[in-house]
């Protein structure tokens, strides 16, 4: 549930002199603040999970959105099986490989509307039902999935006639069922029995509700476009808004008790799951030193953001859960991003939360995944 916010109090003060002819002067330089948050915005959202040694942040960043969409909708937090998703993406994937001859990327990664793809066909299951886990398996490990499918799928497109698996689907499934387990066709849930379909009508969640809103120059605003990233294998569509836009209706999101499915570029050394911060120092020299104290931050302008994007320095390398939004002493705000690294309080700081700087956000954002009712008016009508 609700995660108690990580307080910096300790303040450094640095004193320098210098001799100006024969007087001695004292210069004070301004105390270096160490970070001290305090919350603005904190919406329900479920536990920090881990996903373990897997791809599939994007499950458990959809997945933690959809409890949070279900709490808003009817006031329950169900811990819903992120596995479940990810069972039946895969399929999905590999029929897009095996039509694409193989020439395209195989791999554990997806996005958020991948999720929701797969709700809509084949609905929903509580952890409870489905865990995704084999035997006495605490933890997920899918190293062998890919491999294995990828095997079938290439000695398919390779040579059908002569292949081993001339039923690919049949493979596929078997190799599934093995790592993940057989879905179960009904399952109990607080002694009523279920189906997916049946649970998806009792949570009302509603996957036509949904838009996701991105911000490149590379295509004109206002209009919806297929975002050219390797993990966009279902080709999902994205609404392109300017940057301002895009900040603007993020914050209006959280305002209005919405939270936002976020796909952005971790590979940052300013992004710290360890101290639990995320932000762009205009000063590279700040590198290590923005991870613990206030500095000054970039101006992230569309231009700059565009040029990173075009030259792979933006990837959508990893996608979480934006629950809320904290500020430091100063005022300067941040988002409070749910991650899915666990929270090993030795390792993970925040517990297991990052908070993200607008700076941070406005660079390295690919997209955020929100409900249409969180909108403004002026882009609802737009859309």
Avoid at 234 to 252: C, K, P, R
Wanted: glycine share 4%.
């Amino acid at each position: 549930m609700k995660k108690a916010f990580l307080t910096l109090l300790l303040v450094a003060t640095t004193t320098c002199f210098y001799a100006q002819e024969d007087n001695v002067v004292t210069i004070k330089i301004p105390n270096e603040q160490k970070y001290e948050f305090t919350p603005i915005i904190d919406i329900e959202a479920s536990a920090v999970k881990s996903q373990g040694i897997t791809g599939t942040c994007w499950s458990f960043s959809a997945s933690s959105f959809i409890e949070s969409e279900i709490f808003r909708n009817t006031g329950e937090m169900i811990d819903i099986s992120e596995m479940y998703n990810v069972r039946y993406t895969y399929p999905a994937k590999a029929w897009n490989y095996v039509m694409r001859q193989g020439k395209i990327q195989f791999s554990e990664g997806g996005l958020a509307h991948d999720v929701l793809n797969s709700v809509s066909t084949f609905g929903l299951m509580p952890e409870s039902a489905y865990s995704g886990l084999i035997g006495e398996a605490k933890n997920h490990n899918h190293s062998k999935i890919v491999p294995e499918l990828q095997k079938v799928l290439d000695a398919y497109i390779k040579n059908d006639k002569k292949s081993e698996y001339p039923n690919w689907r049949i493979a596929v499934d078997s190799i599934l069922d093995l790592h993940l387990g057989k879905t179960p066709n009904t399952f109990f849930y607080e002694g009523i029995t279920y189906d997916a379909k049946s649970f998806l009508e009792k949570t009302k969640l509603n996957t036509s509700n949904y838009v996701t809103l991105t911000s490149f120059s590379h295509q004109p605003y206002n209009s919806n476009f297929v975002l050219n990233i390797p993990d966009n294998f279902s080709n999902g569509m994205f609404y392109n808004i300017s940057l301002d836009e895009l900040v603007a209706e993020t914050d209006n999101a959280l305002k209005k008790g919405y939270t936002i499915a976020l796909d952005c570029d971790v590979s940052e050394k300013t992004f710290s799951s360890k101290y639990g911060v995320a932000v762009i120092p205009k000063n590279i020299d700040d590198t290590k030193k923005s991870l613990t104290y206030i500095v000054v931050e970039n101006e992230i302008t569309p231009e700059y953001r565009q040029q990173e994007f075009e030259n792979y320095n933006t990837t959508d390398d990893h996608l979480m859960h934006i629950v809320g939004m904290v500020k430091d002493q100063n005022g300067n705000e941040y988002y409070k991003v749910k991650n899915s690294w666990g929270n090993n309080s030795e390792r993970i700081g925040n517990d297991g939360y990052v908070y993200m700087s607008k700076a941070f956000f406005k660079l390295k954002t690919i997209s955020v995944l929100v409900n249409k009712e969180a909108l403004s008016e002026e882009l609802k009508k737009e859309i």
